[in-house]
């Protein structure tokens, strides 16, 4: 439906336009000497070219119907200028009406450039600007101009004629030449605060437009503040170098508008072709450093919704928050009606509505992508993290028993072993001494055997001397675990907790022959190996919890296991 209407418009433009064009060639044809083209066919050729050029990149522009339509106008009402002549026929009348009117619809279209909204004292201006042109300038000057009864004899009627009037024709001539050389002066004033007042980026979007826009509207201003006295725009010499340059004015409108357009072209070219790119293998953050590069920033930073609530994850999964920064600002971006990802860059970055729209449109999928891997990654992290406090809980709850153990039940056995020694010593009856002595043996190995849980369950070494120790003293207990290098160094206690049980576990379950341990740390990395002749019988669910609640990783061969476990976690 909407294209529909969008073809509609460009064709009932593109014949009104083009008959315009027709018509005023065969005007100034017709009486040269009153139009401002005068009898050369080169400034006829650039005056038409001027009106067609502006219609073309309106109607070709993809800003919205309302503000490409009024350039579209102006461009036909600067051909319809030329209709005030004697050689106009039929079509006097409504040169005499609408000669003025096309500096209010170029107006009108400067100041929704962009899709820009219409404050008061835009509103305000425009209706004085529209007032003029079309009421005093145009259809009050026609109910009182009599071109035959005033001299002009070859002149066409004028079917507007209420009554002849020259001194009232002349009064309200000057008056409203007075009134568009003020409100033309406004404009420029009004178009200076405005861009002055603007970021960055709309500044670029808009000077190429607004500003020539605002010298044509001055420079109309000025060839009115000059036909003021006489009551009417005249043809001279000085009216037509104003009109030479506001040819050239008129022409820069319509040259940037064209800029703007072959800008959002390769604009749209850049956002297919990033899409295209992360299509074919998206890295994590591949989204991120693309539209950095595009957009020329690179500080520009992608946050994402997260799943089902209503906070901001980054590329890796992390939280995050929308910064409130000055000289930074966040675009939303879209899907579905709900928010799909925020794009935070420096101010005014996004504020160029056609950019905003192409990176919507184009780049939705891969921003989709992008957020679901980064929620992945962020239920990743979730898990790794609930892992991590699991292990973490457990090791300290092996600590706070192997403390209990040592301070308790260990030093009670060994005090009550203390205790049948000095008993025996005290004692002549060897019957009752040998009874003790065997109380005193079974003593020894339940000791025995709590150390060797204890220290199963987390050595106290381990936390005091490090990994090597702990492994050492581990080897002291299983003679046929053989210990090779293994780094002397400190690392977090999660690590070497994590290392240890690799070791620990993995001499457990390996079959019969000697188990062979080795570590080293390898660009960042700490690298523990395990190999038994017979091999390991892994439950490799446990030894994956323990080495991935630190962010490392596992590999079992068939004779062993390799662990990389990062050194500063």
Not at 103 to 127: C, F, K, Q, V, W
Not at 333 to 340: C, D, M, N
Not at 377 to 397: G, P, W, Y
Request: with cysteine; glycine share 10%; proline share 5%.
């Amino acid at each position: 439906m909407w294209d529909d209407r969008a073809v509609m418009h460009r064709v009932v433009a593109w014949s009104v336009a083009l008959a315009a064009a027709a018509v005023t060639i065969a005007i100034v044809r017709a009486e040269p000497g009153g139009a401002l083209a005068k009898s050369s066919p080169f400034a006829l050729a650039a005056e038409v070219a001027a009106g067609l050029m502006l219609v073309a990149v309106a109607l070709a522009a993809g800003a919205r119907t309302g503000p490409r339509l009024l350039l579209a106008a102006a461009g036909i009402a600067w051909l319809v200028a030329e209709w005030d002549s004697p050689g106009a026929g039929a079509a006097f009348t409504a040169g005499l009406v609408f000669h003025a009117v096309w500096p209010a619809l170029l107006a009108h279209a400067a100041l929704r450039y962009g899709d820009r909204s219409l404050g008061r004292p835009e509103i305000a201006l425009l209706a004085l600007a529209y007032a003029d042109g079309v009421v005093i300038l145009g259809l009050g000057s026609a109910f009182v101009h009599d071109p035959r009864a005033e001299g002009c004899f070859d002149c066409p009627a004028n079917h507007l004629l209420l009554s002849g009037r020259p001194e009232l024709l002349a009064d309200l001539g000057s008056a409203g030449l007075l009134v568009a050389a003020a409100w033309s002066v406004a404009f420029a004033a009004l178009v200076v605060v405005r861009l002055a007042r603007a970021s960055a980026a709309r500044r670029r979007v808009e000077l190429p437009v607004v500003l020539p826009a605002a010298a044509a509207i001055a420079l109309f201003g000025t060839r009115a503040l000059h036909g003021a006295p006489d009551g009417f725009l005249s043809s001279d010499a000085t009216d037509r170098a104003l009109w030479i340059a506001q040819l050239v004015t008129l022409c820069l409108v319509a040259a940037g508008v064209a800029w703007q357009r072959l800008r959002a072209r390769r604009m749209r070219a850049r956002l297919a072709e990033l899409v295209v790119d992360l299509g074919r293998s998206p890295p994590p953050g591949g989204l991120r450093d693309q539209l950095a590069g595009a957009f020329g920033d690179p500080s520009l930073e992608l946050l994402h919704a997260g799943d089902g609530d209503a906070t901001w994850i980054d590329g890796d999964g992390r939280p995050a928050e929308i910064p409130d920064a000055p000289g930074r600002q966040s675009t939303r971006v879209l899907a579905g009606g709900r928010e799909l990802s925020a794009i935070v860059h420096r101010r005014g970055l996004f504020e160029d509505p056609t950019v905003a729209a192409e990176l919507a449109d184009a780049a939705r999928l891969a921003l989709e992508h992008e957020r679901l891997g980064a929620i992945r990654r962020a239920h990743l992290e979730q898990l790794r993290t609930s892992r991590a406090r699991i292990v973490a809980a457990a090791d300290a709850e092996r600590r706070s028993l192997e403390r209990d153990l040592h301070d308790g039940a260990q030093q009670r056995l060994a005090t009550l072993a203390i205790a049948i020694r000095l008993a025996r010593r005290q004692l002549d009856d060897p019957g009752v001494d040998a009874e003790l002595g065997a109380a005193e043996e079974e003593l020894k190995e339940a000791l025995g055997q709590l150390r060797v849980l204890a220290h199963g369950l987390i050595p106290a070494v381990l936390a005091h001397e490090g990994l090597k120790p702990a492994v050492e003293a581990l080897a002291d207990q299983a003679p046929y675990l053989v210990v090779g290098e293994l780094p002397s160094e400190r690392f977090a206690a999660p690590v070497e907790s994590a290392a240890y049980f690799v070791v620990a576990e993995g001499v457990r379950r390996s079959g019969a022959g000697d188990v062979a341990v080795s570590a080293r740390c390898d660009g960042g990395r700490l690298v523990v190996r395990l190999a038994a002749a017979g091999g390991i019988a892994a439950a490799t669910t446990e030894f994956e919890d323990r080495v991935g609640a630190v962010g490392g990783t596992l590999v079992s061969t068939s004779r062993g296991l390799v662990a990389e476990l990062p050194c500063g976690s």
